[in-house]
């Protein structure tokens, strides 16, 4: 469903009811009975989880799995799948100038990322009460995947233009991708650079924000926008995820989210960050609802802010921990006194 994303953007700051979109891809797959291996490959099958977790959860956006190997994969890297944990790309597809010359760009739909542009498509055509995003992963993260990430880091001092001519043809196909996206109905996508975390701000722009601008410069409007994700630690990195020109910015439980939104413009939407294995996943419900209310009393003065998970929640997370995250957001926007006397009454 086509809609205004900046209008969009722009109700969502709010200091006294605040909003949520958690990263729950395989809660969703819990809710539908299915394996998580079921999800991968069969469009329908995720959309179907989309729309489940959608139904249940008052969720700003639907959103595709955070799948971090789909597009290494189009270009010929191998991926592990699994019903117990995230796909993994296994070793190293290019090793050098030579191979990375010859390295050639896929069409969109090439391996499974044609299963989530049809699953975009499906949700985005069926899921009319929020925007729906795609998801791809960023092109330094792409990047290292495609050459085994220790080998790119020495890539990046000892041959930068190497890495550069690697990073092009990465920028290249996801453009195509989100262009994908974007033909197929989607409001938006987000955007995982969960790579560019590991390296200084000097490489961080140089080698991740120039190419990510170049994929919003191309695809982001009044209608598309993007959501960049980065789970590292990036508080030495806020001024280079801005420079991108992403209108809302996704962060990691590794970082200080009161550090973080000292240095975001209001007109900029900051998402964050409880942690996807220690509370969500490995917590009890109690754990979850004190971490989600402590988060929430640090975040209160920023309208700008998004709850959110730090990252995509794994496999296993119980439904029960997932209800308490949505409810005790439901008691924070009450009253106070309410809230105090439900977290510690339940």
Known sequence: ?????????????????????????????????RPVSDLYHNGRVQYECMAALAERYPSLAAHTAMDLSAEAEAFGSSVRLSDTEAP????????????IGALAIPEVGAGRTGAYIEAASLAAGNIAEV????????????ACRLMEMGKFMV???REPEAAEALLEKATRFLIDYATAYKEAGANGVIMAEPAAGLISPPFCLRFSSEYVRRIL??????????????????????AAMLYTGADALHFGNVVDMRNILAQIPRDV????????????????????????????????????FVLSTGCETPPGVPIANLDAFFKTL????????IRHKWLFDN
């Open 1 to 33: 469903m086509k809609r205004n994303m900046k209008q969009w953007l722009s109700k969502i700051p709010s200091p006294s009811t605040r909003k949520a979109m958690p990263f729950a891809t395989f809660s969703g797959m819990d809710l539908l009975g």
């Open 88 to 99: 993994t790309v296994i070793g190293s597809l290019v090793s050098d100038l030579e191979g």
């Open 131 to 142: 925007p729906v995003f795609g998801g791809t992963i960023g092109p330094f993260s792409l």
């Open 155 to 157: 890539l990046l001092r």
């Open 217 to 238: 410069d191309a695809v982001q409007d009044e209608d598309f926008i993007v959501i960049l994700h980065n789970c590292g630690n990036t508080e030495i990195l806020v």
């Open 269 to 304: 939407l900051a998402f964050g960050n409880i942690d996807p294995v220690k509370v969500m996943k490995l917590g009890s419900v109690r754990d979850v609802k004190m971490k989600t209310l402590e988060l929430l009393e640090q975040m209160s003065k920023h309208g700008n």
């Open 330 to 337: 439901d008691i924070f926007n009450a009253t106070q006194d």
